[in-house]
């Protein structure tokens, strides 16, 4: 198993923007101190690189670029009124969305069958020209894009159990049908989208997978969702690749929503997508997205990836 971090990461603090902000440094560090805590679990660390702005491009506009950039240049400011960056973000959203990167091509070169990316900010929010829900570029589109357009996977599957929709993500690829996107989140908050109707649209109809869960929702449905919606999909679609936005806010502990999952209900759905990719033999990535209670996100990432070790 590889890991892909980055000290600079921790440098996207939203705290001279927005005091109090979930999206904080300190989630990183509590993930990465529990795992030191278990000798990284086996994990082979690697330095996450930066990514150029031609892989940021993979999946965004040049002008939305630009303009993260150049943000960032004159010390960052609020995007809108729950996304942030400091000068130090343009470094760290490199970082993150280099991970990404990086990490597919270590996977799709053979060098080892799973990986994991505990970079931020997030990215699953993020479209083609805009920031936001936290997320400066979507990391995991990236990642797809790159390995479909320069490493030879012909198809790719992302899952997305994050409890608020990537919106970002379904919208760069509504049109495509060789990125089958599937996503279980909780209906009626942010970001709104992902009504169960919405499949994709063009040559992409068919290609994406909504599955909205109410309020209150726990690891049961969640798991019949995984295995008897998404995972047959994932099988008749045949990918060269499965990657997952790894967010950890369905804890039943995160402030940011109302679903009621398990620390043990990551590992759970680890365990599914991993022998899945197994199955279809398919390398297995994943990319950090959202988890606000700390101490939760913490368990579940360890969670994860202690499935993910055996």
Known sequence: MLY??????????????????????????????????????????????????????????????????????????????????????????????????????????????????????????????RAMGFCLFDNVAIAAELAIRELGAQRVLI????????????????????????????????????AREDTGSGPGEGFSINLPVPSGSTEELWLELLDEVILPAGREFEPSLMLVSAGFDAHHADPLASCALETSSFGRMATLVRDFAAEINAPLGAVLEGGYDVDALAECVVATLEAWSD
């Open 4 to 129: 892909f971090s980055h000290p600079a990461c921790l440098d996207h603090d939203p705290a001279p923007v927005m005091p109090g902000h979930p999206e904080r440094p300190e989630r990183l560090r509590a993930i990465e101190g529990a795992l030191a805590e278990r000798d990284w679990l086996g994990a082979e660390r690697r330095e996450a690189p930066l990514a150029s702005e031609a892989e940021l491009e993979l999946a965004h506009s040049a002008e939305h670029v630009r303009g993260i950039r150049e943000l960032c240049a004159r010390g960052g400011g609020a995007i809108d009124p729950d996304t942030y960056a400091v000068e130090a973000s343009w470094e760290a959203a490199r970082r993150a969305s280099g991970g990404a990167g990086a990490m597919v091509r270590a996977l799709l070169a053979g060098e080892d069958g799973i990986g994991f990316c505990g970079t931020r900010p997030a990215g699953h929010h993020a479209e083609r020209e």
């Open 159 to 194: 899952v997305d159990w994050d409890v608020h929709h990537g919106n970002g993500t379904a919208e760069i690829f509504r049109q495509r049908a060789d990125v089958l996107v599937a996503s279980i989140h909780q209906g009626g908050i942010f970001p709104g989208s992902g």
